[in-house]
């Protein structure tokens, strides 16, 4: 990266140095519905990307969007260690799910994506620490799931994150082309995948901790008329994970102190 000297230890990597230049990238899970979408906007904006995926077959529409094309299974410890300390990347992106194609299918999956989630996130952070990359940032939901043990697996996904310097963006519902919901769009909190693709890009240079993007209309009801700006990405203060149990409604109500970039919002009570 040009101007900015990887930090070491890599935990402490929590300075703004991403404006000085080229950055390299490596987006794990780069042909989902979001990494489709930042993979192209990173390479417009003169960024170096590697695009990793599971499928050989997927390689030619990374080398189309623009990215290195990287084909690597994230269970493989091994071989995703060797994979990102080769491309050397100044940040990690963790855009894996394990999804299927339709929504009818989704709470068969759930298991798998918890994997992907425990797992998965554990061999990327580990990959990232091996590289000495500066940072992960890594994709989660802004709603609550079901059950409490598919509800720990997200919250120690995030923590993990937060705990090795990264940054945690909590999307809400995507709707649109490619996602389940290509029409009409869901029940808030929701957020268009152009949008949410848009978005991230500020991570890059967002302190440690957790970052909410969602549409204004996901937040439409919340008491006060308190409401952020389309695709608005608010900052929860000091990189403080809030307690998932407090209810979503006072947890996004903080986009309403929105106005520009990223903000920051006191940390809801229990």
């Given at each position: ?31 989902g ?11 417009a ?22 990215a ?43 298991h ?86 848009r978005?991230?890009?500020?991570a ?36 403080l994970l809030?307690?998932?149990h ?19 919002c ?5």
């Open positions: 990266m040009a101007g900015c000297a990887r930090p070491d230890p890599w935990r402490r990597a929590k300075r703004r140095c991403l404006d000085l230049g080229t950055v390299r990238i490596f987006v794990a899970g780069a042909t519905v979001i990494g489709a979408r930042l993979v192209p906007l990173l390479v904006d003169g960024h170096e990307v590697a695009g990793m995926t599971r499928s050989a077959g997927k390689t030619g529409l990374l080398a189309d969007l623009g290195e094309p990287v084909v690597c299974d994230v269970f493989d410890a091994d071989a995703l260690t060797r994979a990102v300390v080769s491309f050397a990347p100044d940040v990690v992106f963790h855009q894996l799910t394990d999804l299927p194609d339709s929504v009818t299918n989704l709470a068969a999956y759930g798998r994506n918890d994997r992907m989630r425990s797992e998965g996130t554990r061999n990327l952070l580990a990959a990232a620490a091996a590289a000495r990359a500066g940072r992960v940032i890594a994709q989660s939901i802004s709603w609550e799931l079901p059950s409490a043990s598919r509800r720990a697996v997200t919250a120690a996904h995030e923590r993990a994150v937060v705990q090795a310097g990264g940054v945690v963006i909590r999307y809400g519902k995507l709707y649109g082309p490619g996602s389940y919901y290509p029409g009409d769009p869901p029940g808030p909190p929701r957020i268009h995948v152009d949008d949410a693709a978005q991230t890009l500020p890059l240079a967002a302190p440690a901790g957790v970052t909410i993007v969602v549409d204004d209309r996901a937040v439409g009801s919340v008491p006060d008329g308190r409401t952020g700006a389309t695709g608005r990405s608010v900052r929860l203060a000091g990189g809030p307690d998932r407090v209810p979503l409604a006072l947890r996004i109500a903080c986009l309403g102190v929105a106005r520009a970039g990223l903000a920051s006191p940390r809801p009570r229990a």
